[in-house]
Nanobody, 123 residues
Framework: QVQLVESGGGLVQAGGSLRLSCAASGSIFSINGMGWYRQAPGKQRELVAVITSGGSTNYAYSVKGRFTIYRDNAKNTVYLQMNSLKPEDDAVYYC?????????????????WGQGTQVTVSS
């Protein structure tokens, strides 16, 4: 089994910063893409940022230039540095990872999600 545990959410004033962390643990052979998604009340979950195992990144237009995703492969951890936060960034943030894990029949890739962490931005 594989678990993703997020941390770093909280309450911040508009213009402030937060850093989210997501650590993967369990039966991990390797981790391919990792990313952050968010879901605001009454809205669909949306992609915020993704990063490949090689370090290539992609961002939602709404966060470009403000958010930075990076990972520490040795720690199986992905981070999201969020600067210049706006009230519209208010949401539950979820970590996602494509984890290659060893099963009885060989390697398989699991699409794993964290439990979510709340980010609240006050105006």
């Amino acid at each position: 089994q594989v678990q993703l545990v997020e941390s770093g959410g909280g309450l911040v004033q508009a213009g402030g910063s937060l850093r989210l962390s997501c650590a993967a643990s369990g039966s991990i052979f390797s981790i391919n893409g990792m990313g952050w998604y968010r879901q605001a009340p009454g809205k669909q979950r949306e992609l915020v940022a993704v990063i490949t195992s090689g370090g290539s990144t992609n961002y939602a237009y709404s966060v470009k230039g403000r958010f930075t995703i990076y990972r520490d492969n040795a720690k199986n951890t992905v981070y999201l540095q969020m600067n210049s936060l706006k009230p519209e960034d208010d949401a539950v943030y979820y970590c996602n990872a494509a984890v290659e894990t060893a099963q009885s029949k060989g390697l398989m890739i699991l699409n794993c999600w964290g439990q979510g962490t709340q980010v609240t931005v006050s105006s």
